[in-house]
């Protein structure tokens, strides 16, 4: 098996059908683990490739006619990526053995005359490395760091040039695994201690003291301890939002959009695996991520219901939290989803009617006195701070709880959970705790 060329098709796969890669990867992950191939090497070419290819599209027309360019295949264009992301961003990897690599392949798959064009990008851009950036500020973070120039605009109208180049570095930084200690189990302390006589180091949070971060998430992930369901994989942001929710032992909670499961399996473990967490999502293969997550865990007070969270019934206010974590555009996320940012402009109107549907259908099932948690994955206002405060406005219902209350004071902002990714090393998050009042 060839790692390059898997990547490759890979990864004209994901930029062809422009769809999200977590399938797909997972798919092609597990042949190539099943085969002892460099899956490392894998998914830093694929995912490197799909997060950085607007940067590599602007220096690869400093070495060619822009205008001819614009006209070359995607397939073509793929093979340029695969070779010029090896040079600029793998030190590992030496540029002779990436130039002749992908020039090979453009041979085997391609043609010679294809075989040439790559070699002769590649070579004069390791003649001439120095890449010259548009003035316009927007446009130099867009191409620089490799993100939708609107994007980048939209971020500097919010937070500032400053600021916005912060959030692009971010994203483009190999994140540290976030560990969850499975707390029906053992311990933070435990878990530390299991693990420093493996020779893999685990931090513990300032966030948490149920959750850990390692900078050797391959080493922990191949330990038995997380197939036999002493801790999860989970960012502190989501963690964060579950400690909001502040699930308490024999409650009945309602979680919508509930798949693949992170956060529920949370729930279920503050709960000391006592009461009922009813989990609702319409995506069968993703409850089946649940499923396996809760059986890992040995969590049995999990009811799994495959059904559209937006018309889920029947309508009762019989819960006595309910949290809807609500589709999102997903900004906090582009660090770990390589291939979202380049889809985060996909009809943001209808975006914002949808969750505003789901926090007003969510609301009917908070019994009075109960507790309903709105939370996305998305740092944009239009779909967090707004979206509440048009909520609170006409649900008299209803009224804000101070998030300051649940969690450390410097993951919020105006009673809400914030959390900015390069200000608090984690994704970036929104989650709005509001209480039922009659």
């Not at 793998?90 to 690599?101: C, G, Q, Y």
């Not at 943001?348 to 309903?372: D, R, S, Y």
């Not at 994955?377 to 909520?391: G, I, R, W, Y």
């Not at 969690?407 to 989650?431: C, Q, S, W």
Request: hydrophobic content about 40%; some cysteine; aromatic content about 10%.
């Amino acid at each position: 098996m060839n790692i390059r060329q898997e990547a490759y098709h890979t990864v004209v796969k994901i930029l062809k059908d422009k769809e999200y890669s977590d399938t797909l990867l997972h798919q092609k992950a597990k042949r190539i683990k099943e085969s002892q191939e460099n899956l490392a090497l894998f998914y830093n070419l694929t995912k490197g490739i799909v997060k950085m290819h607007l940067k590599l599209d602007y220096i690869i027309q400093q070495f060619t006619d822009p205008r001819r360019y614009q006209s070359t295949d995607l397939k073509t264009r793929c093979l340029l990526y695969l070779g010029l992301y090896q040079i600029i961003f793998m030190n590992s990897i030496p540029e002779h053995a990436a130039v002749h690599e992908t020039v090979q392949l453009a041979k085997t798959l391609m043609s010679p005359a294809t075989a040439d064009f790559v070699n002769a990008i590649l070579r004069s851009y390791l003649r001439e490395p120095a890449v010259n950036y548009p003035e316009n500020i927007a446009l130099r973070i867009a191409y620089e760091h490799s993100y939708p120039p609107e994007l980048i605009r939209q971020w500097i109208d919010l937070w500032g040039a400053e600021e916005t180049e912060y959030l692009a570095l971010f994203f483009n930084e190999n994140p540290e695994l976030h560990l969850r200690v499975n707390t029906t189990a053992t311990s933070q302390a435990k878990l530390i201690h299991y693990f420093s006589k493996r020779d893999v180091r685990l931090e513990p949070s300032s966030a948490s003291p149920n959750l850990l971060t390692t900078k050797q998430g391959e080493e922990a992930l191949d330990a038995v301890a997380f197939s036999e369901g002493y801790f999860s994989v989970q960012d502190t942001s989501a963690a964060l939002i579950v400690e909001l929710l502040s699930p308490q032992p024999e409650e009945n909670i309602l979680d919508l959009f509930a798949a693949p499961g992170g956060k529920c399996t949370y729930i279920a473990e503050l709960m000391n695996n006592t009461g009922e967490v009813v989990a609702v999502d319409k995506i069968p293969n993703k409850m089946k991520l649940l499923k396996q997550a809760a059986d890992r865990l040995q969590l049995t007070n999990i009811k799994q219901v495959v059904a559209d969270s937006f018309t889920y019934g029947p309508v009762a206010p019989a819960y006595d939290r309910v949290l809807v974590d609500a589709p999102c555009s997903g900004w906090g996320v582009f660090g770990r989803k390589s291939d979202l940012r380049w889809q985060v402009h996909q009809n943001l109107p209808e975006l914002l009617k949808l969750q505003e549907k789901a926090l007003i259908h969510a609301a009917n099932f908070v019994k009075p006195g109960g507790v309903l948690v709105y939370s996305t994955c998305t740092m944009n206002p239009a779909e967090n701070e707004l979206q509440v405060q048009k909520f609170l406005k006409q649900n008299g219902r209803y009224s804000l709880v101070n998030a300051a209350e649940y969690i450390p004071e410097r993951f919020t902002a105006a009673g809400f959970l914030v959390t900015m990714p390069y200000k608090h090393n984690m994704d970036g998050a929104f989650a709005a705790k509001m209480v039922r009042s009659s």
